[in-house]
T-cell receptor, first 112, second 110 residues
């Protein structure tokens, strides 16, 4: 099993450009999450999903959109990138709410 | 997140000594309290967790304590080793709220 994979590993964007980050899990987990990690800020939840076709806002959702069309995939979109979105993005998945979350290796995003 | 405070932000200990990291939370709906270890360039990995109906849990050199009344929980690592050097995160989860602490960078000096 690959666990949780993220694509791409690293990306540089110019302000105003758009992109989509892809997360895939092969553990048949219901819950999936997108976090951003910034120095001194820890992990902050952007959006999450409790099952195929569902999405919900987390702590810092502004400027991001998500979709969960298939149970194994969770996409994070940036419609118009801003320098404030420079961060490391982690995807995670879990069977349900109050159990272990399995994290992907992260995507480093630099917005110039 | 603002609902979870974690201290200290950095911690250096001599090999063989103990390390303690503390977290406080504010959301009464939190029922699940995991601890994650993050090594450089990797995603966080669970090392131990505790639920609200348990006061203490131990796994070899790692233990976690929870005081639900006071809304604080702690990670204890005994007999520290250089490979324990990493960033550690606490989290408080429940009621579809997922909050992580700001992390503690632990350095174990050989």
């Amino acid at each position: 099993n690959a666990g949780v994979t993220q694509t791409p590993k690293f990306r540089v964007l110019k302000t105003g450009q758009s992109m989509t980050l892809l997360c895939a899990q092969d553990m048949n987990h219901e819950y999936m999450y997108w976090y951003r990690q910034d120095p001194g800020m820890g992990l902050r939840l952007i959006h999450y999903s409790v099952g195929e076709g569902t999405t919900a806002k987390g702590e810092v959702p502004d400027g991001y959109n998500v979709s969960r069309l298939k149970k194994q995939n969770f996409l994070l979109g940036l419609e118009s990138a801003a320098p404030s979105q420079t961060s490391v993005y982690f995807c995670a998945s879990s069977y349900w709410e109050e159990v272990t979350q399995y994290f992907g290796p992260g995507t480093r995003l630099l917005v110039l | 997140g603002e609902n979870v405070e974690q201290h200290p932000s950095t911690l250096s200990v001599q090999e063989g000594d103990s390390a303690v990291i503390k977290c406080t939370y504010s959301d009464s709906a939190s029922n699940y309290f995991p601890w994650y270890k993050q090594e450089l360039g990797k995603g966080p990995q669970l090392i131990i967790d505790i639920r609200s109906n348990v006061g203490e849990k131990k796994d070899q050199r790692i233990a976690v304590t929870l005081n639900k009344t006071a809304k604080h929980f702690s990670l204890h690592i005994t007999e520290t080793q250089p490979e324990d050097s990493a960033v550690y995160f606490c989290a408080a989860i429940g009621g579809n709220q997922f909050y992580f602490g700001t992390g503690t960078s632990l350095t174990v000096i050989p």
